[in-house]
């Protein structure tokens, strides 16, 4: 590993597909308050949604496809809203699989093609992705003597723009410099529309705020833009302080990365480098869970379940996987035991009143009650 190993970026690669967007914007390509279906000639497709609600995970649209083998916008006419567009955030990788249709519909090129035209090639930046042969391989967790072993990448096609890039920490550097306006790829305009905090989107539990295609993370006075991403044993972040004009960015080929994430930013905040902390919501006092809160929340087709626990108390069903001792506080957040690390850890929150929950949020995704 060295500061220009490409390492699969994950979720950063949607502050690209972002900016490529915004970039077609400011060219007048693209219009952001423009309904989608028109964009693609199909005006009954995901109706209401535009490309302002794509970019802020606003569109409700379900996180992932149902079938991944399947195309894009077949995917979209089948999907199963989580809530009208424009009202609450739910992250969405379909919502950017639906943004890479966009780009490749105004600019007559794949996704890659134009993620490399407008973004990459301006920026001297050589494109990798999660499968090229120069890719450093992500890692699992060590459980063994053996220790962390190599895992293969494995991403649909169509969700490459929501998580394909493999870049190195320099990249991430060039890309978070255009969002400090260099080197102008953007106008002083669209980039303040990307950066700007969009109302209705509250990302509980991923970031403080959400603009167009990029997180805001905040600390005291502090505003840091950024993005997370993970792809298969990777963990790499992107943070830029427009305010002191710096970037931060980080790559690292593990699963356990985000820990040492957390490490650099406390060691960068002795040096006077003031980035935010990711603390989790304090967990306030315990209440039981009510019978009418246990029941089953989909997410198009993530299951989330709430049941009772085999020795008491509840546990939460995540997509087949089973978190034990699922505890909820009186401000509707619930808590439930770390697979790895065997403690409590924040993981959603419940919607709606006590009792009569309609939905949860977990990992900024919002699943309706089924």
Same mark, same amino acid.
Request: proline share 9%; hydrophobic share 40%; net charge negative.
């Given at each position: 590993?060295s500061?220009?190993?490409?390492v699969?970026?994950?979720?950063?690669?949607?502050?690209?597909t972002?900016?490529?967007?915004?970039a077609?914007?400011a060219?007048?390509?693209?219009?952001l308050?423009?309904?989608?279906g028109?964009? &693609?000639? +199909?005006?009954g497709? %995901?109706?209401g949604?535009?490309p !302002?609600h794509l970019?802020?995970?606003?569109? *409700? /649209?379900?996180?992932?496809?149902a079938?991944?083998?399947?195309?894009?916008?077949?995917?979209?006419?089948a999907?199963?809203?989580v809530?009208?567009p424009?009202?609450?955030?739910?992250?969405?990788?379909l919502?950017y699989?639906l943004?890479?249709?966009?780009?490749e519909?105004?600019?007559?090129?794949?996704?890659?093609?134009?993620v490399?035209?407008?973004?990459?090639r301006p920026?001297?930046?050589?494109?990798?992705?999660?499968e090229?042969?120069?890719?450093?391989?992500?890692?699992?967790?060590?459980?063994?003597?053996a220790?962390?072993?190599?895992?293969?990448?494995?991403?649909?096609?169509?969700?490459?723009?929501?998580?394909a890039?493999?870049?190195s920490?320099?990249d991430?550097?060039?890309?978070?410099?255009?969002?400090?306006?260099?080197p102008? &790829?953007? +106008?002083?305009?669209? %980039?303040?529309?990307?950066h700007? !905090?969009?109302?209705?989107?509250?990302?509980? *539990? /991923?970031?403080?705020?959400?603009?167009?295609?990029i997180?805001h993370?905040?600390?005291?006075?502090?505003?840091?833009?950024?993005?997370?991403?993970?792809?298969d044993?990777?963990?790499?972040?992107?943070?830029?302080?427009q305010?002191?004009?710096?970037?931060?960015a980080?790559?690292?080929?593990?699963?356990?990365?985000?820990d040492?994430?957390?490490?650099l930013?406390a060691?960068?905040?002795?040096?006077?480098i003031?980035?935010?902390?990711?603390?989790?919501?304090?967990?306030?006092?315990?209440?039981?869970?009510?019978?009418g809160?246990f029941?089953?929340?989909?997410?198009?087709?993530?299951?989330?379940?709430?049941?009772?626990g085999?020795?008491?108390?509840?546990?939460?069903?995540?997509d087949?996987?089973?978190?034990?001792?699922?505890t909820?506080h009186?401000?509707?957040?619930?808590?439930?035991l770390?697979?790895?690390?065997?403690?409590?850890?924040?993981?959603?929150?419940?919607?709606g009143?006590?009792g009569?929950?309609?939905?949860i949020e977990?990992?900024?995704?919002l699943?309706r009650r089924?």
């Amino acid at each position: 590993m060295s500061p220009s190993s490409a390492v699969p970026i994950g979720s950063v690669t949607k502050v690209a597909t972002a900016t490529v967007v915004m970039a077609l914007i400011a060219d007048d390509d693209l219009e952001l308050d423009q309904p989608v279906g028109e964009i &693609l000639g +199909d005006p009954g497709l %995901a109706e209401g949604v535009t490309p !302002r609600h794509l970019l802020s995970h606003t569109s *409700g /649209l379900p996180s992932d496809p149902a079938d991944v083998t399947g195309a894009c916008l077949r995917e979209i006419r089948a999907a199963v809203s989580v809530c009208p567009p424009g009202t609450a955030f739910s992250y969405s990788n379909l919502g950017y699989a639906l943004a890479g249709s966009l780009i490749e519909a105004v600019t007559g090129m794949t996704w890659r093609e134009a993620v490399e035209a407008i973004l990459l090639r301006p920026l001297k930046i050589e494109p990798a992705y999660a499968e090229s042969p120069r890719t450093v391989p992500g890692h699992g967790r060590a459980t063994g003597p053996a220790g962390a072993r190599p895992v293969e990448q494995a991403l649909p096609p169509m969700l490459e723009p929501a998580g394909a890039l493999a870049l190195s920490a320099a990249d991430l550097v060039e890309l978070g410099r255009v969002h400090l306006g260099k080197p102008g &790829l953007l +106008d002083v305009v669209t %980039a303040a529309d990307m950066h700007s !905090r969009v109302p209705d989107a509250e990302p509980y *539990g /991923l970031a403080d705020g959400w603009g167009l295609g990029i997180a805001h993370y905040e600390d005291d006075d502090e505003v840091w833009l950024g993005h997370d991403g993970t792809a298969d044993g990777t963990s790499c972040q992107l943070r830029i302080d427009q305010a002191g004009a710096c970037v931060v960015a980080f790559t690292a080929n593990g699963a356990a990365g985000t820990d040492m994430w957390h490490d650099l930013v406390a060691e960068l905040r002795a040096l006077g480098i003031a980035l935010p902390r990711r603390r989790p919501p304090a967990p306030a006092g315990p209440v039981p869970i009510a019978a009418g809160d246990f029941g089953t929340y989909r997410n198009g087709a993530l299951d989330y379940t709430i049941r009772p626990g085999e020795h008491g108390g509840a546990e939460l069903v995540a997509d087949g996987e089973v978190f034990p001792e699922l505890t909820l506080h009186d401000d509707a957040s619930f808590t439930v035991l770390d697979p790895v690390s065997g403690r409590p850890t924040p993981c959603g929150r419940l919607r709606g009143t006590p009792g009569e929950a309609t939905a949860i949020e977990i990992g900024g995704r919002l699943a309706r009650r089924h």
